[in-house]
């Protein structure tokens, strides 16, 4: 059976206006002026027919 492998992205951007309304003020001085970025990446497959499955 064919396992289907596919690589997934997600990108999460945080503005300096978030990160001070949801971490306060003394977390959103800290940041850099373009905001936070996080990336996640992870791979999906089915396994004996039983996916997709995150690894």
């Known amino acids: 059976m064919e396992a289907e492998p596919q690589l997934i992205h ?3 951007r945080c503005t300096l206006d978030q ?3 949801i971490f306060g ?3 959103a001085a800290s940041a ?3 905001g936070l970025w996080d990336v996640h990446r992870y791979l999906t497959m089915n396994v004996d027919g039983a996916g997709p499955w995150s690894t």
């Open 10 to 12: 997600r990108v999460y």
């Open 19 to 21: 990160a001070g309304q």
């Open 25 to 27: 003020p003394q977390a």
């Open 32 to 34: 850099s002026p373009g």
